[in-house]
């Protein structure tokens, strides 16, 4: 049988039994913006400067057309960013190192605002895990995990967003804010194979954390995170797919994140 005849059938089979089903055309999904503007606001780690905009030239130039450029800098972490796995482990991922594919896939919302409300320092439990495969199934192999703890409405207020607006190392551990438990990433590690996992908060792990053992153990199996992930009150908690571009800093520990989310 010809290639073309044999793919023809192949198609008009999967038709006729109900089991194909035509994908929707990207101009077809929303796209849900997961990303924060960087600006003057923008939140970083209290030990850090922050993003800096210069203005460079903006006008009509001699030669009678309109041109604008301008200069910024930042830190690697802040703001929506990559947390690559080189970041809290000796020898793994660096930002540019990361496979492309870990940044595009099936997303997933674990919604634990309701424990975050009542307790700023909740860390995500497996328990908050299973009750969703409860209602849902098992996480999809190799999906986007994004945990959404309510905190984005806080941004950019830095004492309700980070528990202090103070700056310098003094103020680190001063900071409140809820993240991913140890044990979890260790369980996701070694029972649920995901690409990546975000979180709407400045750390993947709690804002009292001393020994960042989450980072630890997520990093160690080369799995990055993203950080200060926007908009996740937008989205359900199942039948989505993300895109998460980071700047490709050649030997970055992280950097700037571009990341959107496409509803089904």
């Known amino acids: 049988m010809g290639m073309k005849l044999f793919f023809g059938a192949t198609l008009g089979a999967l038709l006729l039994s109900g089991c194909y089903k035509e994908q929707p055309h990207l101009a077809d999904r929303t796209i849900i913006d997961l990303t924060y503007p960087f600006d003057s606001t923008t939140i970083y780690w209290p030990t850090e400067k922050g993003f800096r905009f ?4 903006e006008g009509i130039t001699p030669n009678g057309f309109f041109y604008s450029a301008n200069t910024f800098s930042a830190p690697e972490h802040g703001g929506t960013h990559l947390d690559a796995p080189i970041h809290f482990a000796e020898g793994k991922n660096t930002a540019d190192e990361i496979p492309i594919e870990r940044f595009v896939g099936i997303g997933v919302v674990v ?3 309701e ?3 009542a307790d700023r320092d909740y860390q995500v439990l497996i328990e908050d895990f299973v009750e969703w495969e409860r209602q849902h199934g098992e996480l999809p192999n190799n999906c986007i995990v994004l945990l959404r703890t309510g905190f984005g409405k806080y941004w950019p207020d830095r004492v309700q967003y980070m528990g202090t607006a103070e700056r310098g190392p003094e103020a680190v551990a001063k900071q409140r804010f809820p993240g991913l438990h140890a044990e979890t990433a260790k369980w996701l590690v070694s029972s649920r194979p995901i690409k990546a996992i975000g979180i709407d908060t400045p750390s993947i792990d709690y804002g009292k954390s001393v020994y960042f053992e989450s980072h630890v153990a997520l990093f160690t199996a080369n799995i990055p995170a993203f950080e200060n992930v926007a908009n996740l009150d937008q989205l359900p908690e199942a039948g989505f797919s993300v895109i998460a571009l980071p700047m490709k800093i ?10 959107i989310a496409l509803l089904d």
């Not at 050649?250 to 990341?259: E, M, V």
Request: some cysteine; charged content about 30%; aromatic content about 4%.
């Open 250 to 259: 050649k030997g970055g520990s992280g950097g700037p994140l571009r990341i």
């Open 54 to 57: 210069e203005k460079g030239f």
């Open 115 to 117: 424990k975050c409300a």
């Open 111 to 113: 919604d634990v605002s």
